[in-house]
């Protein structure tokens, strides 16, 4: 009989080709050779036989489990490559989500450095002029022109001054008023609340406490009132400092005083000027 799978003949109770060893299922009988006639042309390829069977390289039998295998591991191939697509996108667009992350940390990072140069000058102008501020204000307190000695003195002086013309006066100051004129004096000045003026033009007072700190036309170190001794006219008088030199500022009743303005002018009296004078000096 013939292998079926390979063509080899073998003997008639062979169970197995002697060949390839494949089962031999069935019997396969050698053909008749074909009976030609003489009109008949002869074939141009030889027709196979039983004997020459052997020589020809059998097609390769691919079982069904093999098939299944190489059908299973090409349906996988497009699977990877769609999975590795993926990943080389995702991967992508991390990177460039990075990129502007990475750029706006490298702009806050510079941002930052330029505001902390920013404060670090301003801290340092800030300490220079505070430096300057000081130096100047310790140049300015160490020849005062005003303290609490003067103002004693002061005090003594207006006692007795007051007792010469017949009035009783009181000390006020920037944290102590007295009512005139229906304002609050030296308060109401130095705040600006209402308007002060010296021989009919506005200038700025300010409180101060040696008599040279303060920017102001007029410098107030003292103010003294005898509008609680109810005399029959009330006087207010600041006790300034006016362009380095001590002035008497007084103001009556009926002098041109108004609810919106304290109409003041160099005190007359020879005594009180010569007094704070003496005194400042």
């Not at 501020?133 to 300015?140: G, L, P, Q, V």
């Amino acid at each position: 009989m013939f292998c079926q799978n390979c063509g080899t003949k073998n003997d008639a109770d062979s169970r197995f080709c002697i060949n390839c060893g494949e089962p031999l299922d069935g019997i396969i009988e050698q053909p008749e050779p074909n009976q030609t006639s003489a009109t008949e042309p002869t074939p141009t390829e030889p027709t196979p036989t039983p004997n020459n069977l052997g020589s020809v390289p059998p097609a390769p039998i691919v079982s069904r489990q093999a098939a299944k295998q190489q059908s299973t591991s090409k349906k996988w191939v497009p699977r990877i490559i769609g999975g590795l697509v993926v990943v080389a996108i995702a991967a992508g667009a991390w990177f460039y989500l990075q990129k502007p992350a990475a750029d706006n940390k490298s702009v806050a990072s510079s941002t930052s450095s330029k505001q902390q140069s920013t404060q670090t000058n301003k801290s340092e102008s800030k300490r220079g002029s505070d430096s300057e501020s000081s130096a100047s204000h310790s140049e300015k307190v160490a020849n005062p022109l005003w303290d609490e000695s003067k103002q004693d003195k002061l005090q003594s002086f207006m006692a007795d001054w007051g007792t010469d013309m017949n009035q009783d006066y009181q000390a006020y100051s920037n944290h102590h008023n007295v009512s005139m004129y229906g304002v609050d004096l030296p308060g109401d000045l130095l705040s600006g609340a209402i308007q002060t003026e010296v021989g009919g033009s506005p200038v700025t007072v300010k409180w101060s406490e040696d008599g040279v700190s303060g920017k102001a036309d007029y410098k107030v170190v003292a103010a003294y009132s005898d509008a609680k001794s109810n005399g029959d006219e009330d006087h207010f008088y600041l006790f300034t400092i006016h362009n380095g030199r001590p002035v008497v500022l007084i103001a009556q009743e009926g002098q041109g005083s108004t609810s919106s303005s304290i109409a003041f002018k160099e005190t007359e009296n020879t005594d009180l000027r010569s007094g704070f004078s003496d005194i400042i000096e």
